[in-house]
């Protein structure tokens, strides 16, 4: 199945940038109730969790501290070692998911908000040799702050200075199971979450994100974008801080075969 052009492998790879990673930390942390809902999902205490593109290890270090056994996969060998930096307990792997091998077999596997960047001809055939035989998938989706009254605006400037300029609205959950990867999804809306962050890290967080690595935006451009952002959000009463929601939903579905 074709996936749309701004998911492509070239474009994913952004997320190996430096810029990237040093910035990962300003992006909203996955909530308690993200968390407890994966720990929960299979009913088993010690579940073997492969975390696909686990970034810094946001999904994998907590649930490896809730006691299951998880291996973190990420292409970039900076997420890598930031991951590792923060904890020991993962068992973090540097490789492309269409590519990975692993002797163990695994209950559960979890992409949050990686599975569309991966070739999905090879990394599903990959999921599925190193999955048991009752495994499930999740599928985490959401996590962006929404700022009340400022959504389209701040979306305008995300088009205008992005620069990945394919973008076009797309469900991967839907994606996927008309393209025959997964079946019976079941797509559970997690509880909104009020956050409050430092008006910088705020602005940090989009360098962290596809289209606004600082590797590849020209410095004028990228200083305009972060100006303009400050200039609006000052504009609406945010001077230190910012406030708004976060949402996120987890689809549990099986590997189709």
């Known amino acids: 199945m074709n996936k749309p052009e701004h998911l492509s492998k070239a474009i994913g790879d952004q997320f190996s940038d430096k810029s990237v990673v040093e910035n990962y930390g300003y992006r909203p942390e ?38 299951h056994c998880v291996t973190g996969v990420d292409p970039s060998v900076e997420m890598i070692k930031a991951a590792t930096a923060k904890n020991a307990d993962v068992d973090f792997k540097q490789s492309y998911i269409e590519s990975f091998e692993s002797p163990q077999a695994f209950d559960l596997i979890v992409a949050a908000n990686s599975i569309h960047w991966t070739d999905w001809d090879r990394a599903f055939p990959a999921l599925r040799a190193v999955a048991k035989p009752n495994a499930r998938f999740a599928i985490i989706t959401g996590g962006d702050i929404a700022i009340e009254g400022l959504q389209d605006e701040i979306l305008a400037l995300v088009k205008a200075f992005s620069t990945t300029k394919t973008f076009k609205p797309y469900n991967v959950v839907t994606m996927l199971t008309k393209g025959g990867y997964i079946e019976a999804p079941l797509t559970t809306e997690m509880p909104v979450s009020l956050v409050e962050q430092n008006i910088d890290h705020y602005i940090s967080s989009f360098h962290a994100r596809n289209g606004f690595s600082l590797d590849r935006m020209v410095p004028e451009q990228a ?13 609406h009463g945010f001077n230190e801080t910012v406030k708004g929601t976060v949402s996120y939903k987890v689809t549990l579905a099986e590997l189709a075969h």
């Open 30 to 67: 996955y909530t308690p109730d993200v968390i407890q809902f994966l720990s929960n999902s299979l009913q088993l205490e010690n579940m073997s969790v492969l975390d696909v593109g686990t970034g810094t290890g946001e999904i994998a270090i907590p649930l490896a501290q809730l006691g």
């Open 223 to 235: 200083e305009a974008f972060d100006t303009k952002l400050r200039r609006l959000l000052i504009k």
